[in-house]
């Protein structure tokens, strides 16, 4: 699965983009990310507040409860302000 | 047509280009976005904006055909920078022409609150205690709720 990291999300956890294997039993976007705030103490503070990240899975918005799978492109990044 | 670039644009070469030779044009609203030198009391020396490429692209198209779904519009031109900008640049230009003023209007302001809610882009603002990143604004969120139906596909 490719992860990428935009905004305050790639300066906390310092990546913008990896390569993961999550889990088996990790099949949705909210089970995703309670895995990765283990990953390293910066994924833990770029996703202390669920509330302010946005998922992106294919370039579509997702919800917590939507699947992902090994082959999916998983954006993490802050409410959008462009314009 | 949707161009993201870092080179800026020419107000009056993109809008001339929008109705040379459309003769059935009666309208054109134009809204142009503008790197202010202040943001919550603090000056602010520079902004870059950073983006999503392939969610961008495919963000705009989107909204692009919403605008186009919802009024009789003849042309639609997004176009949106990315880089480092400096206070007074050009952010953003949206336009859109109809045969009537009312929908140019209405599809012109629909694509700029669509835009500044959905499309992938961040703002870093360079400030007087260093680099800042912009929050989202709720008055945008409210400015977007308005045209907000059924066939709203975000």
């Known amino acids: ?83 | 047509m949707i161009r993201v670039q870092e080179e800026d644009f020419d107000l009056g070469a993109e809008l001339a280009a929008l109705t040379r030779g459309k003769t059935s044009v009666g309208g054109l609203a134009v809204f142009v976005g503008l790197v202010r030198d202040m943001a919550g009391g603090d000056a602010v020396k520079a902004m870059t904006l950073e983006h999503y490429p392939a969610m961008t692209e495919a963000m705009l198209e989107r909204i692009d055909a919403e605008a186009k779904q919802r009024w009789p519009l003849e042309d639609t031109l997004i176009v949106h920078r990315v880089g480092r900008l400096l206070p007074g640049e050009q952010i953003v230009l949206v336009a859109c022409t109809s045969a009537h003023r009312q929908a140019a209007f209405d599809g012109c302001q629909f694509l700029i609150d669509w835009l500044k809610t959905k499309a992938p882009f961040w703002k870093l603002e360079d400030g007087p205690i260093g680099a800042k990143w912009v929050e989202a604004r709720a008055s945008d969120d409210e400015a977007a709720k308005r045209w907000k139906t059924k066939t709203d596909a975000g």
């Open chain 1, 1 to 83: 699965m490719k992860l990428l990291y935009f905004a305050w999300l790639k300066t906390k956890t310092g990546i913008s983009e990896e390569e993961i294997t999550p889990p088996e039993d990790v099949t949705t976007v909210g089970a995703l990310l309670e895995w990765l705030k283990a990953r390293s103490p910066g994924h833990g503070d770029a996703l202390a507040d669920l509330g302010a990240v946005r998922v992106a899975v294919n370039h579509e918005y997702a919800d917590h409860k939507d699947p992902v799978s090994p082959d999916d492109e998983v954006a993490l990044f802050p409410p959008v302000t462009g314009g």
